[in-house]
């Protein structure tokens, strides 16, 4: 009783503290929509909307998702850019840091709508719309007009516990992808034996360009540097997994290991989207709680409110 006691005083003393405006979610949340605005700005809409037998029109918009941006008003091809300037024009407001109280929920709105209504998802579309759900509590409170510049009064006391919460939950679910993502990959020969990035690199429609193909390939061809690749992966992951859920220091470690991780894989696969959706989030998971000087005593109200067993 008295450790339960322990854990939720201090979990109300964090929560006083937490104040989400640092550079980490100003960083984070225009990287998750300029990944987002890659994917509209360098994909033909044909392709994001291919048709299928099942889904004639392109979209798909069963059920609640007549509610999404890329149903609202049926299929006539001027709906079609009109749809796509809004969604622009929201991404880029959220990529130069215009409001963030006012642009958390469109940015949700248009990362939910692309990705919940297009037929060739990208991977990292559902992520995407994750971390932008949850960034809607931690910025609903942030009434900066810019969020790259510095929160100088306090956050507000009825926002900082929902923002705190928002960020465990952040934390865990990126943990989560990764500890799946590498559960997954243990599950396939390849990767095992290590020898599946030398399939990708010779894939005809993945793995580097042809020009960096031909600057690397005595490289991606010799066994060991391959096996040493596909074997590090999972285990960059798992070090990313554990360290977004530990503590600040740890936490911008990890940081580093997902820019690596995902600008090698960006630069050999060309996943752009996924890898800067995937650095978004660990850039996101990596903020953490700061005290800001006129909030000093709310810590002291919690701390004496606290039960003792």
Same mark, same amino acid.
């Given at each position: 009783?008295?450790? +339960?006691?322990?854990?939720?005083?201090? +979990?109300? *003393?964090?929560a006083?503290?937490?104040?989400?405006?640092?550079?980490?979610?100003a960083?984070?949340?225009?990287l998750?929509a300029?990944?987002?605005?890659s994917?509209?700005?360098?994909t033909?809409? &044909?392709?994001?909307f291919?048709? *299928?037998?099942?889904?004639?029109a392109?979209?798909?918009?069963?059920?609640?998702?007549v509610?999404?941006?890329?149903?609202?008003?049926?299929?006539?091809?001027?709906?079609s850019?009109?749809?796509?300037?809004?969604?622009?024009?929201?991404?880029a407001?959220?990529?130069?840091?215009?409001?963030? $109280?006012?642009?958390?929920?469109p940015? !949700?709105?248009v990362?939910?709508?692309?990705?919940?209504?297009?037929?060739?998802?990208?991977g990292?579309?559902a992520a995407?719309?994750?971390?932008?759900?949850l960034?809607? *509590?931690?910025? +609903?409170?942030? &009434?900066?007009r810019?969020?790259?510049?510095?929160?100088?009064?306090?956050?507000?006391?009825?926002?900082g516990?929902?923002?705190?919460?928002?960020?465990?939950?952040l934390?865990?679910?990126v943990?989560?992808?990764?500890?799946?993502?590498v559960?997954t $990959?243990?599950?396939?020969?390849?990767w095992?034996?290590?020898?599946y990035?030398?399939?990708?690199?010779?894939h005809?429609?993945?793995?580097?360009?042809?020009?960096?193909r031909?600057?690397l390939g005595?490289? +991606?061809?010799?066994?060991?540097?391959?096996?040493? *690749?596909? !074997?590090?992966t999972?285990?960059?992951e798992?070090?990313?997994?554990a360290?977004?859920?530990?503590?600040?220091r740890?936490?911008?470690?990890?940081?580093?290991l997902?820019?690596?991780?995902?600008?090698?894989?960006?630069v050999?696969?060309?996943?752009?989207?996924?890898?800067?959706t995937?650095?978004?989030l660990?850039?996101?998971?990596s903020g953490?709680a700061?005290?800001?000087?006129?909030?000093?005593?709310?810590?002291?109200?919690?701390r004496?409110?606290?039960?003792v067993?």
């Amino acid at each position: 009783m008295r450790a +339960l006691t322990r854990v939720r005083a201090e +979990l109300l *003393l964090r929560a006083a503290d937490f104040d989400p405006r640092d550079r980490q979610l100003a960083v984070g949340r225009s990287l998750l929509a300029l990944a987002t605005l890659s994917v509209l700005l360098c994909t033909p809409t &044909g392709a994001l909307f291919a048709p *299928l037998p099942d889904i004639p029109a392109g979209a798909r918009c069963g059920g609640v998702r007549v509610a999404l941006l890329w149903c609202i008003g049926g299929h006539a091809p001027w709906l079609s850019t009109a749809r796509l300037v809004v969604a622009v024009a929201v991404l880029a407001a959220v990529v130069v840091g215009l409001g963030p $109280k006012w642009t958390c929920v469109p940015q !949700w709105y248009v990362t939910l709508s692309l990705g919940a209504s297009m037929t060739v998802p990208n991977g990292g579309d559902a992520a995407g719309r994750i971390g932008t759900m949850l960034l809607i *509590l931690m910025c +609903l409170g942030d &009434g900066r007009r810019w969020h790259w510049r510095p929160g100088r009064d306090p956050y507000p006391p009825g926002w900082g516990g929902a923002s705190y919460a928002a960020h465990l939950v952040l934390r865990l679910q990126v943990a989560l992808i990764y500890l799946a993502a590498v559960g997954t $990959k243990l599950a396939v020969p390849s990767w095992r034996d290590g020898t599946y990035l030398a399939e990708i690199f010779h894939h005809p429609h993945y793995g580097p360009s042809a020009a960096l193909r031909s600057a690397l390939g005595p490289a +991606l061809e010799h066994r060991p540097i391959v096996a040493a *690749l596909t !074997w590090g992966t999972p285990v960059v992951e798992l070090a990313i997994a554990a360290s977004v859920l530990a503590g600040p220091r740890l936490r911008r470690y990890g940081l580093a290991l997902a820019i690596a991780l995902h600008g090698l894989i960006i630069v050999l696969i060309g996943l752009v989207s996924f890898g800067v959706t995937m650095i978004a989030l660990v850039t996101l998971a990596s903020g953490g709680a700061r005290r800001h000087p006129s909030a000093d005593t709310a810590p002291m109200q919690v701390r004496e409110s606290a039960p003792v067993a």
